[in-house]
């Protein structure tokens, strides 16, 4: 049983094209993370949210409480976006397996 | 980063042997967590701690133990480690006026 779902699993884009990934869940909460991986890296939180919609520089994090639906988008994505992004939801954490970006230039 | 460093960066260890991995933050900030991540599940809940001497277990604890008699330290034990535990373990925080998570480098494990 997967708590958190995210799509696309894996993403190739050309650098420019605007990214949508998405991330569902099945428990309730009382806010959703949305993380970033670089290869042999650490882990970095991007966003925090509840409601909404909340953007930081290319990047933009919507959530639809209802519906139980998050996605994370990137506007003119560069080479330097790939990563793996990865949904965490929960008050001890639930996390999704996560999405690996490439962006070609 | 929230002042959080994971001491060993890597490990190299035997099947039977105990492993300690040690967590340290610099900011006071009480909940604690162990997480391990293995390729196809994601990151997963080993243990948590919410204030010294208070833990948690959590999705995947069996074989696992932890202690914090400090706040700045959270320690992960494995007894007796096995293959199956050879895994990238994360220590993370979360701050608690924001909620915002911030994780340690990671440990990679590796049990022969």
């Known amino acids: 049983k997967n708590e958190v779902e995210q799509s696309p699993q894996n993403l190739t884009a050309q650098e420019g094209e605007f990214i949508t990934i998405n991330c569902s869940y099945s428990v309730g909460i009382s806010a959703l993370h949305w993380l970033q991986q670089h290869p042999g890296g650490g882990i970095v939180s991007l966003f925090m949210l509840s409601s909404g919609k909340k953007k930081h520089g290319r990047l933009i994090a919507t959530i639809n409480i209802q519906e139980k639906h998050s996605s994370l988008h990137i506007t003119a994505s560069h080479p330097r976006d790939s990563a793996v992004y990865i949904c965490a939801v929960g008050n001890q954490f639930y996390f999704g397996t996560g999405t690996s970006l490439t962006v070609i230039p | 980063d929230a002042g959080i460093t994971q001491s060993p960066r890597h490990k190299v260890t035997e099947t039977g042997t105990p492993v300690t991995l040690r967590c340290h933050q610099t900011?006071?900030?009480?909940?604690m967590y162990w997480y391990r991540q293995d390729p196809g599940h994601g990151l997963r809940l080993i243990h948590y701690?919410?204030?010294?001497?208070?833990?948690d277990k959590g999705e995947v604890s069996d074989g696992y133990s932890v202690s914090r008699s400090k706040t700045e330290d959270f320690l992960l034990t494995l007894e007796s480690a096995t293959s199956s535990q050879t895994s990238v373990y994360f220590c993370?925080?979360?701050?608690?006026?924001?909620?915002?998570?911030?994780f340690g480098s990671g440990t990679q494990l590796s049990v022969l």
């Open positions: 993370a925080i979360s701050e608690q006026v924001s909620g915002r998570l911030f």
């Open positions: 701690s919410y204030g010294v001497k208070d833990t």
């Open positions: 900011e006071n900030h009480r909940y």
